[in-house]
């Protein structure tokens, strides 16, 4: 097994995409979960800390050690069945997504959870629970795992397979492959009722397998994952559509988002069914608009949208779209309409574009990303979005906003110039996250909180409930080596 510690050629493993930065004595790539499992077994005897990486595309610092040793998956990159009759895929955890999607859609399968950065690995999809624009309708990544092959932190192996080990109420009992038994409490709290990746999945009566999902790789080193796929829709329309005025954009998501859910709710085929429902506001479209010159000057916010169709029905659907576009006065002289793959691939690359642009911002002026992750109960949304943009644009910061605002998920990110407007952002993000809390809803739909929010996932849950947390990972990690500095201070124990 290769193992480096040159400093030089381990750099890649000290930041992620936020920018965070830490240090560690050596990188392990291990080839199978018996690599894993004996890294594991001798850190864990010799108390050395160790940090599981996967593709590095993170947002909050999770894969960023803070000493000891790292295991990279980047060599555990096999994919090992694709199963078109059962629709199942099976792969290594260092399997990167987008090698995935290709080999999935030359199939004629979709594997919906595929957050806009697609170098992420599949491990790490799914230790963050990660989501994407086809969250909307079809959920994130935790709806798509089916089985699970974890090496604990003490080294043992751990099987788990959805709807074969659940709790009793709030009482887990779990028996590694070596026949170890492993008691857990689940806490008790109650998790927002939104799209969700802030701390431990806990549930009554919850499926094992749910706890390793988004546990930001504190529990156990996943090593092979069992995903479900469906068959690909036979075709999508995609468009991008701008407003002059934000609120009827606004509307305009509103309005899509409550047809499909009726849609849905009838299982109704013939009326919208958005797969994605996206926004950029004002300011989005100004940061981009070098690069995209098409940008109408006025344009006020924009929504993107896609919707599955058939060679049957798209003309219907279409048409359906239009109609709504014109209710809430969308231009649709300026609209692009993506209706071949070519097309589509520009738009995704467009929405690919804003989030890219603004890390890209952050790691040339040397900060850490300033961007929420928040979402809050559909009918918190507007409430939540005009405060942010109230209390930015008080401030005199440069920001951007857009995201995923069918599921009323919003990333607001600040611009800052120079380390005042910096310590400012920091400011006013806590408050943005705090504002989500009270609005009953999450500081993180999907990024996770990693090393940059254990604070905030404090405030959300309370003191008592992130002890609880604690003592559930102590279960598994004794020696509390695995991925130190996620989810929660250490000092609370
Ligand atoms: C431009 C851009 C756009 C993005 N858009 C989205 C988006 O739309 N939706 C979204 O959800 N995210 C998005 N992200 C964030 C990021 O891509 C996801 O969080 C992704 O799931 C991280 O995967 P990774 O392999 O890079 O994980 P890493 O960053 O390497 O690690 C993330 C966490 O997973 C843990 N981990 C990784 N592999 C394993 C394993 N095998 N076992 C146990 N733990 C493991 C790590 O320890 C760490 O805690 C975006 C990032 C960028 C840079």
Redesign the pocket.
Known sequence: MINKSNQDEIQKYLS??SNYHGSCQSVYFPENANDVSSILKEANAKKILV??????????G??VPQDGIVIS?EK?NKIIEVNETEKFAITE??VI?SDLLRIISEKNLLYPPD???K???????????????KTFKYG??RDYVLELE?VLPTGELLNLKRNEQAAELYSLDLHTAGGKRISVEIPEYQMPDTKN?SGYFCKRNMDAIDLFVG????L????KIKLKILPAPEKIISCLVFFNQEKNALAFVRQARNISFDTRLRNDLRTIDALALEYFDEQALKFLSEDYQQIPGDAKAAVWFEQEVTHSNEESFFDNWINLIRKFNGDEESAWFAVTDADKIKLQEFR?AI??K??EFISKNNFRKLGTDVAVPDLNFEELYYYSKNVVEQTGLDYVIYG?FGNSHMHLNMLPKNNTEFENGKLLYKNICLKAIELKGTISA???I?KMKRELLLAMYGEENIKKMMSLKKQFDPNLIL?KG?LFYESLL
């Open positions: 992620d995409a940090t599981v990486a996967g593709g590095g595309t993170g947002l909050t999770a894969c998956t555990m955890p260092g997504l957050p806009t950065e170098k992420c690995f599949i491990g790490g999809t799914v230790a963050t629970n990660a989501s994407g624009e994130p990544t974890i990746a546990s930001e790789g504190t156990g080193v996943i090593t690919h989030s890219l603004v890390n995923h999907e990024h996770g990693g991925n996620n």
